[in-house]
Structures are given as C-alpha cells and as structure tokens.
C-alpha cells in the first residue's frame, strides 16, 4: 500500500515526507493506523549518523495506532485494539526468558540494522529498500510492526499522548521502578530534565524518595521538575559546584542518581556525588569517560550500571504508567507538545534547543 513517511536519504539531512510502499504484514505481524508519534533524541543520532542504521530509512520509534489488519499467527491482538509500539527483541534468548528483554542478544540488529526479524524489508522507495527502525518507523502513516513490538491499551485515554511511553518515558521511569527500586526516603539526584529524566523525577515521587534533586541548565525544565515532584532543582551553570551543592543536600551524598545527558563531566558528577555505596545508572547515550576508579567509584563501595529501555517489559509496565497517570500520580501530558507532521523538522529543532520537552507528531 502506498503511506507517507518521513524518508531520512542522508546523514544529517532534514526529513523530508516523501510517499513510499508499505508491504502487507506477514504471519506474526501488524498492520497499525499510526496516530501518533513521539520525537526522541535516539531519532536524532541516528539521523546523524552518530549511532548508524543503514539510509535511507525512516526513523521514528514512539508510536501509537490503531490496529487495521493481522497476520494468521497474531494472537495478542486484533483490528481495532489502541496500541504503543515499543522496541524490538527475540523472546528467545536467555534474556528474554528471563524477563529482561531490553537486553536481548538482539537487540541491536533488530532495532538498528534496518530489517524486520526475517532479515527483509517492508519499505521501499522508488523500488530502493528502505530501512525500518526499531521495527516499527513510526514516523509514518501506517507501519507494519512484529506483534511483539506491540502493547495492547485502553481506548479512554487519548492515544495520541501514549506512543512516547515506548522509549523515552519508559526509561526514565523504568529505570527507578524497575531498575533501581530506591527504598521508601531514599534520596535521588537526576542529571538532566528532558523526557527520561523528569520520567524518572515522577517515578522517584511515586517511589516515596524523600529527596529528588533535579540537574539541568534550563531553568524552565527545572520549574517543571519542580512541578512534577523534585524537591530541589540545581542549574548545572550557575551552581558553582554540584558535587558539592548535593552532598550538603543530602547529608553525604544521594543513595541513588539517575545519568540520561551522556555529557562526560557530568557522569562523572553523578558518581562523585553518591553516597558510599550509592549507585548510579547510566541511560544516556555515553561515549569515553575518565574516572579515577579507585577514589570515584571502588573505595567508596559505588556502584556504576547501566539501563537500556527501564529494564522494562512493555507490555506489563507500560499499562501499569497508564494506571498511574489516570490516577494522577504520573502526569507525563505536561512533557508533550503537539506538531503536525508536516512540521517534522520544527519538532527536532525545538527538542534540541530544550525548547520543547517531548514533542509529540500527529499524523
């Protein structure tokens, strides 16, 4: 079937929306309706080539839609459902079967090769195979997507605000909830407040944490840290030393952190700033670092671990998000801003600028 995508042809080219073919889902797959779609700062590395998929391709991996048609085998599903799109993973490694499949041994090929799980294409362009990303390209009319991508939702709250809970807000929350579990009055420092970290503020409150300190340099992100449950709010550029600035805070030191900016210095402040046997976990995307290991991590008893996706399972923990923000315990909505699709470009370049926090694309 002929759809609309947003064809990413270059490295560091803007997207542009071109009119491409969607092949019919096979046996174990999905054809969804996408409603809407998340813009996530993994979309721009890979756009940028910074983390490589093969081009062209469409990126987009935050969405949501209405299931229009399934294959023979598809049994969690059926036309109709509201569903996120999460990311891909086998369900048969040792990973998997244990209920960790953010860190599936597959993982990378299957959500940035470029190929569904069978190792071939549903999109072309022009007769040019096209890359699918994290196995569903949401940034599209329709996508067909592996049934194990899929979340099954409830159709009374608006679908178009849930496709970023299959990435970005996963993993900030995940990462508390799921990952790092801080006992009732724990203290927690959160080092940037985009979508993953204010994510992980939300949850830090859900988890009781008496003490959520929130690093960013935008002041306007930490108002909405504030917001959303920190207690206190720190300006990496006008704090003289933040190191310093959160073990005063915190009595020595935070018992946990949450790293998502990838920034070397700052990681760096995120270990130096635990507690004796505190820990920190890692989910932004990291490159060389240098740590003293003696003096910032082992002679204090710290821990360093990293997370990929909140060590989430989708499908269990994203309904759960839902619970929680109908209950208003979890009010991600004021994280989102709306953009047409056609303005694609815009969302991007208010999301790097800090100006808006998550946007969010209508099809």
Request: with cysteine; hydrophobic share 40%.
């Amino acid at each position: 079937m002929l759809i609309k995508a947003a064809v990413t042809h270059h490295k560091g080219s803007a997207f542009k929306i071109e009119t491409v073919i969607l092949s019919e889902p096979k046996e174990n797959e999905v054809l969804i309706k996408v409603v809407a779609s998340g813009v996530c700062h993994t979309d721009a590395i890979v756009r940028d080539q910074i983390a490589p998929v093969p081009l062209p391709a469409v990126l987009g991996h935050e969405g949501s839609g209405i299931v229009e048609k399934i294959g023979i085998n598809v049994r969690t599903v059926r036309p109709g459902d509201h569903v996120v799109l999460s990311f891909s993973s086998c369900g048969q490694c040792e990973e998997c079967l244990t209920g960790h499949p953010t860190t599936c041994n597959e993982l990378n090929p299957l959500n940035f090769g470029g190929r569904m799980s069978d190792h071939t294409h549903r999109i072309f362009y022009k007769e040019q195979e096209v890359s699918t990303f994290f196995g569903q390209s949401s940034f599209s009319t329709y996508v067909v997507a592996n049934e194990k991508n899929l979340v099954k939702v409830d159709k009374d709250v608006d679908l178009a605000l849930l496709g970023p809970l299959g990435c970005g807000i996963q993993t900030g929350s995940g990462t508390v909830l799921n990952k790092l579990k801080p006992e009732f009055g724990s203290t927690i420092a959160i080092y940037g407040c985009g979508a993953v970290g204010l994510s992980a503020v939300m949850a830090a409150k859900i988890a009781g944490c008496s003490k959520i300190i929130a690093i960013d340099v935008h002041d306007h992100r930490l108002e909405l840290a504030m917001e959303l449950g920190a207690t206190h709010a720190l300006n990496g550029k006008e704090v003289v030393d933040v190191v310093a600035q959160i073990k005063e805070m915190t009595n020595g030191g935070a018992h946990y952190a949450i790293e998502t900016t990838g920034v070397p210095v700052v990681v760096r402040q995120s270990v130096q700033a635990l507690k004796n046997r505190g820990t920190v976990a890692i989910v932004g995307a990291t490159g060389e670092v240098t740590f003293n290991i003696h003096q910032d991590l082992m002679a204090d008893g710290k821990t360093m671990v990293g997370v990929v996706e909140g060590d989430a399972v989708p499908q269990v923990f994203i309904p759960k998000l839902i619970e929680y923000y109908k209950r208003g315990q979890f009010p991600f909505n004021k994280l989102i801003k709306f953009y047409n699709f056609d303005e694609i470009n815009e969302a991007f370049e208010d999301s790097h600028t800090g100006k808006t926090v998550k946007p969010v694309l209508k099809m």
